[in-house]
């Protein structure tokens, strides 16, 4: 990142190639070290001398720019080994993202980067630029324009979206530290660069587009280093789609598309996701110039009714809350406004601003002093006077110490850029106004609970590093008996349960449970029983144990004959008028490992969809969050004259579910806790399927 040499390997004279652009940049910037061009055509470029090769370079150099086509990548590298170059940038294309032998090409490429110690970023890439010690190491466009370097880091999968949201954002007077374009990672990866960039004092926030995460555990060691740092990371994740859910045995599995999981453990770090390129540049436009809000009061003005309807019904969507002005601010805006004006929040103006443009910010400066508001939007179209309203919010940042952003529609760009410079965010728009002030909030949210939980955290892996589950040696579906068994000693309520071989034995383990019973087929084969008829319900003596029995029996060897019976689970019959059902259950992603999911439902979890996932473990407080972020949250306040159900209990539930997924580990495959009953009287699972690898 911060090369004190730097050779550019295939390099041209023509500072209109692929080839010759980064050379121009860096001469144009004043690139402070060694430049040498390498190309064995050239005795000098631009008044350097050329050298026909890396080892005829007399200094040491620290990075290494090859431009030259894919078939002699890897002998450059091995070249730049040899003289003991530490890092490299590759342009070229043709590797993995081509297929068939491109993905043979770039595997060798891993290898003998490996080998060589010479690390690589790309291949398929723009490179990279650090405008603060002019390191321009890229040829895109951005890299010979101005660039006087700013509080962004973005590190970007895709390098032509990456550096034109940069450029769009110059516009807004929004200046990047950092461009990192990491191409196919054949080396380095989206982690290991942010991680770099965020370490840099200069640097406020970290932005960046990912297409996926390889390294799970990486990107939860990224969002903590962003968390003690306190520097939001904004990301934008292309591909926003289940495509990489998979059918499998459980609800959880088949629940969990990589975007579902990306989002939960998102929303668990203090991750600000950013919709498309502009929300991108939007977000970091609020967070690069506004103070965290202590809350999520928010306090309207605007010169536009309709504006201030529009901004409303948004902050509604995103969880905001408009909050009523005291009488004191109220008094103050009759003093100064007409008396057609619109006093409550949102405050409108009207038109009268247009002419008497310091009326804006007079009564702008009252509804955010106002002790009920945490942070404010102003909503300005047109004026006659540009001049005046950049210098009035120029001299309102400076005096008010609650944050606020201004949405400008049709602002000019240098009143946009003057403001960027005061510290003013200046927004397109009313919608895109209030998303940046919802993102503002979320991660003022996520500082307050990360700082909160600390102390919860260490306790939860404390507890699982102390957590010793004697996992059987086999693979695949654990026995319902045996895996409830498991779950118990982690703390995991399991309503109580018995397996039997004969009606006689399930008569006398009825007995034992005490009356009603549940009796369901036990089979590895029959996963979903209720499909094979294997269950049947609130069975009260002895006979009708008997005779279910033999029903369950019967359906099940007309269902599938090969299948392994292994007998009927005999089950107490949990009765709660007032429990509400709910899915909890664990799956192992590809990415974060062992994930832990909630969701409303029961039966209908696929049809209604409605779950939050976490990577485990997680606290009872993180808990409560993702039972927060259910559509369905309502229900477990009690509705229809039913009492609430034991929230501290449920927490406790799901926290003890995450404990036993992560101290399972890589052995864990999937676990389905469907139904699990919530009541004002606690929280029981009544039926179990562990799966592991």
């Not at 969002?223 to 904004?234: C, H, I, R, S, Y």
């Not at 309502?634 to 009492?643: I, T």
């Not at 159900?645 to 890589?666: E, K």
Request: hydrophobic share 45%; with cysteine.
């Amino acid at each position: 990142m911060k090369p004190r040499s730097i050779a550019i390997l295939g390099a041209s004279e023509d500072f209109r190639k692929l080839n010759g652009i980064p050379l121009k940049a860096l001469l144009d910037k004043g690139y402070a070290g060694p430049i040498y061009p390498v190309n064995p055509k050239y005795k000098e470029i631009a008044g350097l001398k050329c050298y026909p090769t890396v080892e005829a370079i007399p200094g040491e150099v620290d990075l290494a720019v090859i431009t030259v086509s894919h078939t002699r990548v890897i002998e450059s590298i091995r070249a730049l080994g040899r003289k003991g170059v530490g890092a490299a940038v590759v342009f070229a294309s043709g590797f993995a993202e081509v297929g068939g032998e491109g993905i043979a090409l770039q595997r060798e490429l891993s290898e003998v980067a490996r080998e060589t110690g010479v690390r690589v970023l790309g291949p398929n890439c723009l490179g990279m630029v650090n405008a603060f010690e002019k390191v321009m190491a890229s040829f895109a466009k951005f890299a010979l324009e101005p660039t006087p370097g700013g509080p962004i880091g973005m590190v970007t999968q895709s390098g032509a979206l990456g550096s034109s949201t940069i450029g769009v954002g110059k516009k807004r007077g929004l200046h990047v530290g950092y461009l990192v374009t990491i191409g196919n990672e054949a080396d380095i990866g989206f982690v290991e660069a942010m991680k770099e960039v965020m370490a840099d004092s200069r640097i406020r926030v970290c932005a960046g587009f990912v297409e996926g995460v390889r390294d799970g555990a990486g990107f939860v060691e990224l969002t903590e280093q962003a968390q003690q740092e306190g520097k939001p990371l904004v990301l934008t994740k292309l591909g926003r789609t289940d495509a990489g859910a998979r059918a499998i045995a459980s609800h959880t599995g088949s629940l969990a598309g990589s975007d579902a999981i990306f989002d939960g453990v998102s929303r668990q770090y203090g991750v600000i996701r950013a919709r498309s390129d502009e929300q991108l540049l939007d977000f970091a436009n609020a967070f690069s110039n506004c103070p965290l809000p202590a809350g999520n009061r928010v306090g309207i003005l605007t010169r536009s009714g309709g504006a201030g309807a529009l901004m409303v019904d948004r902050a509604a969507e995103t969880g905001l809350q408009i909050s009523s002005l005291t009488g004191e601010t109220t008094a103050a805006l009759k003093a100064i406004l007409p008396e057609f004006g619109s006093f409550a929040n949102p405050v409108d103006v009207t038109a009268v601003g247009m002419f008497s443009p310091g009326l804006i910010c007079d009564a702008f400066e009252l509804v955010l002093n106002d002790p009920n508001i945490d942070i404010g939007i102003a909503w300005m179209g047109s004026t006659r006077d540009v001049d005046f309203m950049v210098k009035a919010f120029a001299d309102l940042r400076a005096r008010v110490q609650k944050p606020f952003v201004l949405a400008w529609v049709g602002a000019e760009d240098h009143a946009v850029e003057r403001l960027a410079a005061e510290n003013v965010a200046v927004l397109r728009g009313p919608e895109p106004a209030v998303d940046a002030v919802a993102a503002l909030v979320r991660y003022a949210e996520m500082r307050r609970h990360w700082q909160a939980d600390q102390a919860a955290r260490e306790v939860t892996r404390t507890e699982v590093a102390r957590l010793s589950l004697p996992l059987p040696a086999t693979t695949g579906v654990v026995g319902t008996q045996a895996s409830a068994t498991l779950l118990e000693s982690a703390g995991v309520s399991v309503a109580p349960l018995a397996l039997s071989t004969t009606a006689d034995e399930a008569a006398v383990a009825a007995e034992k449970l005490g009356y009603p019973v549940v009796l369901k087929i036990e089979s590895p084969q029959i996963l979903h029983k209720t499909e094979a008829k294997g269950v049947e319900l609130n069975l009260r003596d002895a006979d009708a144990v008997r005779a279910a029995f033999g029903r369950i029996m019967d359906n099940v060897r007309e269902y599938d004959q090969k299948a392994q019976v292994d007998g009927v689970i005999v089950q107490k019959m949990i009765s709660q008028p007032d429990a509400v059902e709910l899915v909890v259950g664990l799956n192992q992603d590809p990415v974060f490992g062992p994930v832990v999911m909630v969701g409303l439902g029961g039966v209908l979890i696929e049809v209604l969809r409605d779950v939050a996932f976490r990577r485990a473990p997680v606290s009872e407080a993180e808990a409560g969050r993702m039972l927060d972020e259910l559509r369905g949250a309502a229900v477990l306040a009690g509705v229809r004259g039913k009492k609430p159900v034991d929230r501290q209990a449920l927490c406790g539930f799901i926290a003890a579910v995450s404990r036993f997924g992560a101290a399972a580990g890589a052995r864990l495959g999937e676990l389905d806790l469907n139904p699990v009953l919530a009541s004002p009287a606690g929280c029981v699972a009544v039926d179990n399927l562990l799966v592991l690898r």
